[in-house]
């Protein structure tokens, strides 16, 4: 679902103070995000009481009536005498085609390199392939010590994967033996927990999965704890039968709220869960707007001539690394080229994660066919401008017919985009600003 959040949603210190934090971290190569069902059910799979119904159903319960799911699941396979029917359900349920929601996407592009999960399904690692990314999924604990040299972004999934479910965590005997069989992962998650901010999606604030990870993982945590988020829902009149169970659930959601402070995670609250996808979809324009994309191109420098032309493209390119900005470019003849170059040149970019602030696309000189090379250099420019909260054009001219025309191409892109895309928002006081002349 798209949209506007509840105007309230940003009204609390919690949420300035999250997006504030959240964005720091993003930009230093700090943030991670644990996902649950929650993203997972709008594209089409089941949640917990939806796949284990049948299972309960044999041993004579009713889920709705059910808060330990997991001694649910064990139940059902005591009476079986093996869990071949709990594998069963999730073949069934998690082979069926689903489609990604917004928020998968929108997360894939986020500049975040682990990606914690407790779903079986496949939607993160098909999100983060769909936007041009290389993840490792990592669902057994072997698999920590052969992942892929070339990835970009690791996919954890502490429970499992649908691939193998006669290994996914479901039961109590699984959650008994979590330390044993998926130790490594445990001893992963603390240490990311202290050098990552974290954002928990995708739970409710009585979800078993994450409650029990959580669990084996308090121990481990000192005094000095970083701060996470949890983004869910509140709990409303309308959620209940009655105005005495919404009190009780009112005063519970209180009581787990502060419980989870001691883990170092603050919660913050939305009035629905469609809020979701438009409080993501904010952090990432937010998060763009670090990033200028620098195009040009020159068959004539006239009036300036080259050399002036080239230095100013230098200049912006240095200026832009030394105020925090990052730089996306396609190169260009000159222009682009020089601004690459010049961003290169400064010593900030070789700090830590300062590298992802360059980022350059070479466009493939070698395709001959004219119309596949039209689709691929499109592709180039949507990715290169999708990433971008702000574009600067340098001359933009080419030889064409025996005279010197208009480029094209970039800034048509940009005009074509809707509003919301192009604004620059000149109330706002986040706006590239370059301190001193450039050239």
């Not at 290169?344 to 300062?354: K, Q, V």
Request: proline letters at 5%; one cysteine or more.
């Amino acid at each position: 679902m798209t949209g506007t959040p509840s105007a309230s949603i940003w009204d609390g210190t919690e949420m300035r103070a999250f997006l504030d934090l959240y964005l720091k971290a993003l930009a230093n190569g700090q943030a991670s995000v644990f996902i649950g069902a929650g993203l997972s059910v709008p594209a089409g799979y089941v949640d917990w009481k939806t796949l284990l119904r049948p299972l309960a159903e044999d041993v004579g319960l009713d889920v709705a009536k059910e808060h330990n799911l997991i001694r649910v699941a064990q139940y059902a396979i005591n009476t079986a005498g093996g869990r071949a029917r709990v594998n069963q359900r999730i073949v069934t349920e998690f082979s069926r085609a689903a489609a990604r929601v917004p928020s998968h996407d929108i997360l894939a592009r986020l500049p975040i390199s682990a990606y914690w999960t407790t779903n079986f399904d496949s939607l993160v690692e098909e999100a983060l392939r769909a936007a041009g990314r290389r993840p490792a999924v990592v669902h057994a604990q072997e698999q920590l010590l052969s992942r892929e040299d070339d990835a970009d972004a690791t996919v954890y999934k502490m429970h499992g994967d649908k691939s193998r479910p006669d290994r996914c965590v479901l039961s109590m005997d699984d959650f008994e033996q979590f330390a044993d069989t998926r130790g490594p992962f445990l001893e992963l998650l603390r240490g990311s927990m202290v050098e990552q901010t974290f954002l928990f999606l995708g739970y409710s604030l009585n979800d078993p999965n994450i409650d029990l990870v959580l669990a084996h993982m308090r121990s481990r945590f000192g005094s000095d704890r970083r701060e996470h988020f949890w983004l869910t829902k509140r709990t409303t009149r309308g959620d209940h039968p009655s105005d005495e169970e919404f009190h009780y659930e009112r005063g519970r959601q209180a009581l787990r709220i502060q419980d989870l402070k001691r883990y170092g995670i603050q919660t913050i609250l939305m009035d629905s869960y469609a809020d979701l996808e438009p409080i993501l979809r904010h952090i990432q324009q937010m998060y763009r707007r670090r990033f200028v994309f620098v195009s040009g191109a020159a068959h004539s420098y006239d009036p300036m001539g080259q050399d002036s032309l080239e230095t100013l493209s230098r200049r912006l390119g240095e200026r832009l690394i030394d105020d925090g900005y990052g730089l996306i470019s396609g190169g260009g003849v000159g222009i682009g080229t020089a601004a690459v170059l010049g961003a290169a040149s400064r010593p900030a970019l070789t700090l830590g994660s300062a590298w992802s602030r360059l980022r350059v696309t070479a466009f493939d000189q070698n395709i001959e066919d004219a119309t596949e090379r039209h689709i691929r250099y499109e592709q180039y420019r949507e990715n290169m401008l999708s990433g971008a909260g702000f574009a600067v054009f340098v001359a933009g001219n080419k030889a064409q017919d025996g005279r010197i025309q208009p480029a094209g191409g970039h800034p048509q892109r940009v005009r074509d985009q809707p509003p919301a895309r192009r604004a620059a928002h000149p109330d706002r006081g986040d706006r590239p600003r370059v301190r001193g002349p450039v050239a």
